[in-house]
């Protein structure tokens, strides 16, 4: 074997840490089991579950270091174990609730994303593996000190016990290291420190009535001295890069810290007293609202044109352009602008954001800001000129313009009028424009580009084409099933250019965008059938648009049309698709259908409203459509969590799923074996 590049190690060896965060975390199934319910108790097999959870992790973390698949199919297996072990806890405490979610999901990722090292970097360099794992280990010990401290847990000061448990595997991981790196003088001081925690994390267990929150401060005060004495010695065995790098070197986690990131910022502007017209929002409802706009869904708790002031409406507005675009195309755009140059991994990564090779980033780069930015000032001038006519001031008319423009464009939803467009639903011209928008935004760039192209009837791309034939038999598909099925409901008193007006709306904004026309709440069940596919649909892969994707669903219907005149191969366009493409449609269906069916699920044990709102309002957060039968001003604090962690899953998943998928794949060894034969059916 060659000699391993240095780079090549620094960039697997945060991987060998999660085995430290599984062990110290281990813990976490027995905290949830104490959740109280409701009536303020705990089931008998809770904490039974819970101890099933606990040695199912244990498994878990032996089998990581051996047998990797195993390994990962037990974590899995133990995070849903502890999930269930917060049942029936779960819709009692919306703080609890919160931390469990996103506690699982992180340790969920972590096992998932785990890559073990080659035998032969093992024995090379088995220092920066204890390394990681003492150094995780830490972070997710002040991890689970702040947790601890915050859920609402039945026998709290019994508890402490195991979170000493938690502190003291953590010192251990934290010893193993420190013996092993032979820094002489720092390694005595840190035999020292561990040594008197230890001892302190005893005395206070011992006399805990004495010493409140004694143990969450002796454990506070371990990782934090531990975190020091990792970071200053850190750098005498192992170059090490800066910390913020391991959140660049991949596309999905470009994703998902960059949209995370702006919901944090907009929560903490929408939480401002300025941003709100009377009383304050609370965190849940200003981290609702952040949400919903920088995931481009439009789905409120709160009304844009009551409840937030001018500013709060601009915060608002901003948040919805930067989650259209997406932080990393206006990074790069912006460094590209200062003439700087990333390195060529950073560049692969960008590229793969916004979805072009790395010699067109810049181009694609431009042409997305340029597109944008056009579409946008046509957009708010028209509809600044209708909503004059119809009556606004001319302040008004403008900021309602140029609001409505940018949130059609980004596919938003965000209105400020209170009813949506329901005022507009006789104004064919705003209507039209709004829809136009939607579609414009809901496409990708080089699709809308290659429009004109496919008016002449010249050669565009496959994806193109797709994109164009699937979208528009779509619309015309929705357009009718509106037509037919509300005709004579919630379309009853319009006359028919009214009603084939109305339904060309519904139909383009029902994929995605989320402004409504009419009044949704006497939705009739068929149309609801068809609404719910339509949404779960959404719109194009490249664009502002949600949902699992029309190219998605184009590949999946070939694929069963192929099979179904029993073809091998799957052609279209004199144009040979790849079967890594259709495993890569297959496994975003069936992911997008599956965290369907799990949040609807979590929706209905906690929310005490009927099923067909939670899956109309599940299929509109996830697919960032926004719109609602009534169910969102309904739901409890628990709820509002939860459709959050939808309306995040729905903007990022699909998209951080395809980039995962996407990644080269390891070199596999070419085996024979004998074929079998399964019967279907």
């Known amino acids: 074997m060659g000699m391993i590049p240095k780079k090549q190690i620094l960039t697997r060896k945060p991987n060998t840490g999660v085995r430290g965060a599984l062990l110290t975390g281990v813990i976490l199934p027995v905290l949830f089991a104490f959740v109280p319910d409701s009536a303020g108790v705990v089931a008998s097999w809770r904490p039974e579950l819970a101890f099933c959870g606990v040695a199912v992790l244990v498994l878990s973390f032996g089998f990581l270091g051996r047998w990797v698949i195993y390994g990962k199919l037990l974590g899995i297996i133990g995070c849903i174990l502890t999930y269930l072990t917060l049942f029936p806890g779960l819709g009692f405490d919306p703080t609890s609730t919160l931390i469990a979610t996103v506690s699982i999901l992180w340790i969920a990722w972590l096992i998932y994303d785990y890559q073990p090292v080659g035998q032969m970097l093992k ?48 010192l251990v991981l934290f010893a193993h290291w420190v013996v092993n790196a032979k820094h002489g003088r720092s390694r005595f001081i840190s035999l020292t420190f561990i040594f008197f925690f230890l001892i302190g994390l005893w005395y206070v267990q011992q006399w805990g009535n004495q010493q409140k929150n004694g143990v969450e401060l002796c454990s506070l005060g371990i990782g934090f001295t531990s975190l020091y004495f990792i970071q200053k010695n850190f750098g005498k065995h192992e170059d090490r890069s800066h910390w913020w790098d391991a959140f660049f070197d991949n596309p999905a986690r470009v994703m998902v810290t960059t949209f995370l990131a702006m919901c944090l910022v907009g929560t903490v502007l929408l939480s401002l007293p300025v941003a709100s017209s009377e009383s304050r929002l609370s965190v849940i409802d200003a981290s609702f609202t952040a949400v919903s706009a920088v995931c481009v869904t439009g789905l409120i708790v709160r009304d844009s044109a009551t409840d937030f002031s001018l500013v709060g409406q ?19 755009f912006a460094v590209h602008l200062m003439g700087k140059r990333f390195s060529l991994q950073r560049e692969r990564v960008f590229a793969e954001v916004v979805q072009s090779e790395r010699s067109e980033m810049r181009a694609s780069l431009l042409l997305i800001f340029k597109l944008t ?91 193109a084409k797709i994109v164009w034939i699937t979208s528009a038999c779509l619309l015309a598909v929705g357009m009718i099933a509106w037509v037919v099925l509300e005709g004579n409901g919630l379309f009853a008193n319009m006359s028919l250019s009214g009603k084939l007006q109305n339904a060309w709306f519904q139909s383009v904004t029902l994929r995605t965008a989320g402004f409504n026309s009419v009044d949704l709440t006497h939705l009739s069940d068929p149309m609801f059938l068809f609404s719910i596919i339509l949404m779960f649909i959404g719109g194009s892969p490249g664009g502002t648009a949600g949902g699992v994707k029309t190219t998605t669903i184009a590949i999946i219907a070939m694929t069963f049309w192929m099979r179904a005149r029993n073809r091998k191969e799957l052609i279209f366009s004199s144009r040979l698709i790849q079967p890594d493409i259709i495993y890569q449609a297959i496994t975003i269906f069936v992911a997008g259908l599956l965290l369907w069916v799990a949040l609807l699920l ?24 926004g719109l609602t039968l009534g169910a969102t001003p309904l739901l ?25 998928l996407s990644e080269p794949s390891k070199p596999e060894v070419s085996l024979q074996f004998p074929n079998t034969n399964i019967h279907i059916g």
């Open 373 to 463: 930015f056009i579409v946008e000032l046509i957009g708010a001038v028209l509809l600044s000129l209708l909503f004059y006519n119809s009556g606004d001031a001319p302040g008004q008319a403008i900021w309602r313009g140029l609001f409505t423009a940018i949130s059609g464009f980004c596919n938003a939803g965000f209105a400020l009028q209170s009813e949506s467009l329901i005022p507009y639903q006789c104004n064919a011209a705003v209507l039209h424009i709004v829809a136009l928008l939607i579609i414009i935004g809901g496409m990708a760039p080089i699709a809308v580009v290659s429009f004109p192209k496919l008016l002449r009837g010249k050669r565009i791309s496959v994806e």
């Open 123 to 170: 024995k090379k360099d088995r220092l920066n593996q204890l390394h990681e794992r003492s150094l995780w280990a830490m972070r997710s010990l002040l991890l689970l000190v702040a947790g601890f401290h915050l859920m609402e847990l039945k026998n709290k000061s019994e508890l402490e016990l195991l979170l000493s448990l938690s502190a003291s595997i953590a």
């Open 602 to 625: 979590m929706l209905d044990v906690t929310q005490d409203i009927p099923m067909r709102l939670l899956a109309f309002e599940t299929t509109s957060a996830l697919g960032t459509v």
């Open 636 to 660: 409890d604090e628990i709820g509002k969590i939860l459709i959050i962690l939808a309306m995040f899953a729905g903007r990022i998943g699909p998209l951080t799923l395809f980039m995962l």
């Open 314 to 332: 601009g915060f608002i507005l901003l948040l919805i352009q930067l989650g259209g675009l997406g932080i990393m195309s206006i990074a790069s």
